[in-house]
């Protein structure tokens, strides 16, 4: 076997191989299953036959023998051979390994792994459907390989899925049905298919009653024109008896073999057959493609949609809390109650509004020295933020769980998730307490660095760093809404004192800057806390492992495959040695160049052909020296 520098085609079909073969197209969107296996079959149908084939342009021409089970196919098998090489039975064994007959001049063509890389050769008759058992038999004519392929509509499903692959790796389609079934869909699915990617079929009408021979093929060969097989042979095999060695009488079965055996004693037809196949097999790849690309796009799309809604979520949640820690909702219950418990009594905190001044200097008395009822305000404040933050944090959990669920693509991630995506991290709470008392800290150490270079330093002292901070949290929770100074409600004249308090200490320019520096401080830490809750749900879809590349990848491959087939097919050892290609790709949807020539229809002696209706009829060109062997 010669090997030679890869072509354009060959380097492009490589490449397209490298695009297709990691696609993975996890989200059950409504193309996913149909393209995951359409990207099965292209690798496949490139590694067992395109690449391989273009490869080896001389290689013998393969004709695998497909079609329903009982059709007949390994009679026919058998019988164009001579001898028995292949199983024929009533009673099917569930596996068995496909027979591959072959010249022993062509021996080193099969016995590698060349086309069919999955399957181990084997020399002896296997149950197995993961080797391919080769037979030697010098009947068949060199540049002519036999393949008598499981049934296509198997019980077992191994043995259909092997079918579709052998054909898939067939140059030429032998496709065998019978009298009885020949109006079946099944074997009409696969010959839809051949037609549709141009494989060169013919097909064998096995079993046809003397009496049915006027009718059944004519109708038979209409289908194929409807179906777009106009051009593809069909032969008609009378229903005889077998022999006891299970075979055909040489005479039913001889239009066949002298068709074969034409093909295979002219180098030209067998690759126009081989071109026509292998120029079919890349149009419909690059067909396929962009059906990929686009099916890969889908479920990007599905994806950004879901990590949209997850943050969107998340910044809900964050907005909420930044609103609800500036507009005086914190500024009400255990607060309140402990401010007030701070601050003094509840006679003394009506009084506020008329008597600010003499309050100030209630205050600096009450909490001088810091009293223990600080401790009870911090602890309160902490408490009323964390429920705040982790019900909000909760919420949007809940709520991206209901958009994802809503999804088929959703659900499918919410599955695949190890954690319980509908609520809060396990860490949450605790994310959540430690950033609040984080934040407190900052501003504790923000009040502390303005109250140290100030004037006020004394007043700063009395009052206490932490009584200090805390007022400051006050201020920040009813910020905006014109609580301060405006309205006057419970949290209003909360937020008043505790705004008296500090201007007291800082004057009231300073205060508006603390009081932003911190709201900035927490809605920050806030953030950073929803964020790394929100990071749990792009890390699900990151596991997707899904690429926009890999979109571009595709498409990229699919246009050189385009374009380098445009530029023709390579040519075999012998025209490389003759000069330029002289048989250039076949336009797609021709007609099958090879196949055109001796179309037949065989009649059992003594009946008159009558009207050729729908088969063409055609004279068997025999080769010189076709003998009772196919050579
Ligand atoms: N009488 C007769 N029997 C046939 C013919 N073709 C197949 N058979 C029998 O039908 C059964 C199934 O045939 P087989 O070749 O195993 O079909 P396959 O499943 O397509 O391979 C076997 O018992 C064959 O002997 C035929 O043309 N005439
Ligand atoms: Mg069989």
């Given amino acids: 076997m010669a090997t030679t520098e890869r072509t354009p085609l060959e380097s492009a079909l490589a490449e397209l191989r490298a695009a297709v073969e990691p696609v993975r197209l996890p989200l059950p969107l409504p193309e996913a299953a149909e393209q995951q296996r359409a990207a099965q079959e292209i690798t496949s149908q490139l590694d067992d036959y395109v690449l391989p084939r273009l490869a080896t342009i001389d290689a013998p021409l393969l004709a695998v023998v497909g079609g329903s089970t009982g059709a007949g196919k390994s009679t026919l098998v058998n019988s164009l051979v ?54 030697v038999e010098d009947s068949i004519p060199p540049g002519l390989a036999l393949l008598d392929a499981p049934d296509i509509d198997s019980v077992v499903a191994e043995n259909r899925a092997l079918a579709a692959q052998l054909l898939a790796a067939a140059d030429l389609w032998l496709f065998v049905t019978s009298a009885a079934r020949y109006a079946d869909q099944v074997p009409w699915d696969f010959l839809h298919s051949a037609a549709e990617r141009s494989a060169a079929v013919a097909v064998v009408l096995d079993r046809v009653p003397p009496r049915a021979m006027a009718d059944v093929p004519p109708h038979l060969g209409q289908m194929m024109s409807e179906r777009g097989l106009a051009g593809s042979p069909l032969f008609a095999v009378p229903e005889t008896a077998v022999d006891a060695d299970g075979l055909l009488p040489v005479a039913a079965v001889q239009p066949i073999r002298g068709w074969l055996a034409a093909l295979a004693a002219d180098r030209s037809s067998r690759r126009q057959v081989v071109y026509r196949t292998l120029d079919g097999a890349i149009a419909s790849l690059t067909q396929r493609t962009p059906r990929l690309a686009t099916a890969l796009e889908d479920q990007l799309a599905m994806v950004t949609r879901l990590r949209e809604e997850a943050d969107h979520s998340y910044a809900e949640a964050v907005r909420s809390v930044a609103v609800q820690t500036a507009d005086g909702t914190l500024l009400r219950g255990e607060v309140l109650t402990r401010w007030h418990e701070f601050v003094g009594t509840g006679e003394f905190f009506r009084a506020l509004e008329q008597k600010i001044s003499w309050l100030r200097d209630r205050v600096t008395s009450a909490i001088k020295g810091e009293p223990p009822q600080v401790d009870n305000l911090k602890v309160a404040v902490e408490s009323g933020l964390e429920s705040l933050v982790r019900a909000e944090g909760d919420a949007a959990a809940e709520r991206v769980e209901g958009s994802w669920q809503a999804t088929a693509g959703g659900r499918a991630v919410l599955d695949r998730s190890r954690e319980d995506l509908s609520r809060s991290s396990v860490g949450f709470d605790r994310a959540v307490d430690r950033a609040i008392r984080d934040w407190q800290g900052a501003v504790l150490d923000l009040v502390a660095d303005e109250g140290m270079g100030k004037r006020s330093r004394a007043r700063f002292l009395a009052f206490g760093v932490n009584g200090i901070g805390v007022a400051l949290m006050i201020v920040v929770f009813a910020h905006t809404g014109g609580l301060v100074g405006a309205e006057v409600g419970v949290a209003g004249g909360t937020a008043v004192l505790a705004q008296k308090v500090l201007e007291a200490v800082f004057g009231d320019q300073a205060v508006r800057r603390l009081a932003e520096t911190a709201k900035v401080e927490l809605d920050a830490r806030m ?64 007609r099958r160049p090879a196949l055109e020539a001796p179309t037949v229809r065989q009649l059992p002696a003594g009946l008159d052909a009558g009207d050729p209706g729908e088969v063409v009829e055609a004279e068997l060109v025999e080769p010189p020296g076709l003998r009772r062997d196919l050579r």
């Fill in 82 to 135: 001579g001898r028995r090489v292949t199983t024929p039975g009533v009673i099917r064994p569930t596996t068995r390994a496909p027979v591959l007959v072959h010249h022993s001049s062509d021996a080193h063509w099969f016995t590698d792994d060349r086309i069919l890389p999955g399957l181990a050769r084997s020399t002896g008759a296997r149950n197995d459907v993961h080797s391919l058992q080769l037979v």
């Fill in 527 to 590: 953030e950073a806390v929803m964020s790394a809750e929100l990071l749990r749900y792009h890390v699900v879809l990151e596991e997707l492992a899904l690429q926009a590349e890999d979109v571009q990848r595709l498409r990229r491959a699919g246009d050189a495959v385009t374009a380098a087939r445009a530029a023709g097919l390579p040519t075999g050892e012998d025209e490389r040695a003759a000069g330029p290609v002289r048989e250039p790709a076949l336009e797609q949807g021709g």
